[in-house]
């Protein structure tokens, strides 16, 4: 068995997601009806905030916050918003997905029958890949989620096995232009390894640009220690920039937030200064978002 995840996040680890949604009534009905998270709170999106995260004009926008009834931290976030005509899942740069621990995967798929989420990948066992079993889900704002039953760790990572029918998120999926590049700046800016690359041929990315099954992409998982949190892809040639909104949040997977040991220690540039914020997640601990290399937004919550 592997470790539990702490109670109290270590640096790096992902504390939440971020996705929008054009209908967030059916939204919350899916991800608390459906999935089983614990609805925490209801609003709307501060001025404050929404600067914070370089959106000033999703500012008023109504939005949840829901977790996992296991415990472990984790906010998964859903703020209303109009979806952008010109945005198609896994075809641009940003964070392309959310991966969720969660038990009894091949069940997931009559469970979701009359939701909102759309299933495009099916559970199915991976070659070579005995340590989970995944499947691919699309939400109402087009966001990708990913369901993920965990069976065992991985030689250099320890994945979390689920405590709750649907857990917490424990990698987040980056596209990027430059796989390297983009790890590279992890490592240097946020004190974060990149660990083990893979090439492998990725039905989603290949189906998403009508690639033949013999295009390979490559990926890199970055971690901190054996605690993994992403998953960098490099996209082919064909991908753009996430089209969005002018000064509001990007469509689908929107926001990335990770646990930091020191904000004032981290070499990066920040969209505003930090700042302390109430409620889930934060619980009055000082934040602040940064854009990463692939345009992505990144939330860094300060953890002693």
């Not at 899942?89 to 989420?117: H, I, K, N, Y």
């Not at 340590?131 to 320890?158: I, K, S, T, W």
Request: hydrophobic share 40%; charged share 20%.
């Amino acid at each position: 068995m592997s470790t539990p995840f702490p109670v109290h996040p270590r640096h790096g680890q992902l504390v939440g997601g971020l996705s929008t949604t054009p209908d967030l009534d059916g939204a919350i009905a899916d991800y608390q009806g459906v999935l089983g998270l614990e609805l925490v709170e209801t609003g709307t999106l501060s001025a404050e905030l929404a600067a914070a995260w370089g959106c000033p004009n999703s500012a008023g926008a109504r939005m949840v916050t829901l977790r996992p009834r296991s415990g472990t931290p984790c906010a998964l976030r859903l703020v209303e918003q109009a979806d952008h005509p010109g945005f198609v899942p896994t075809t641009s740069f940003g964070w392309a997905a959310f991966e969720l621990t969660v038990q009894d995967v091949f069940g997931w798929p009559d469970r979701l029958q009359g939701s909102g989420f759309e299933i495009r990948g099916l559970p199915r066992e991976l070659e070579g890949m005995a340590y989970f079993v995944p499947m691919q889900v699309l939400g109402r704002g087009r966001e990708m989620v990913y369901l993920n039953e965990v069976r065992a760790d991985m030689p250099n990572c320890d994945l979390p096995r689920a405590g709750s029918p649907v857990d917490h998120m424990f990698i987040s999926i980056l596209a990027t232009p430059d796989r390297q590049g983009t790890v590279a700046w992890y490592e240097r800016h946020l004190q974060l390894q990149g660990v083990d690359t893979f090439t492998l041929s990725y039905k989603m990315i290949n189906h998403a640009f009508s690639l033949p099954d013999s295009h390979r992409t490559e990926l890199t998982m970055v971690q901190e220690g054996r605690t993994t949190i992403f998953e960098v892809d490099g996209y082919p040639p064909q991908a753009t920039a996430r089209p969005a909104h002018p000064g509001m949040l990007p469509p689908g997977n929107a926001l990335v937030s990770i646990a930091v040991k020191n904000l004032d220690a981290l070499d990066v540039e920040w969209i505003t200064p930090p700042a302390t914020y109430p409620g889930y997640p934060y619980e009055n601990r000082r934040m602040a978002t940064l854009r990463g290399p692939a345009g992505e937004l990144l939330e860094c919550i300060e953890h002693d």
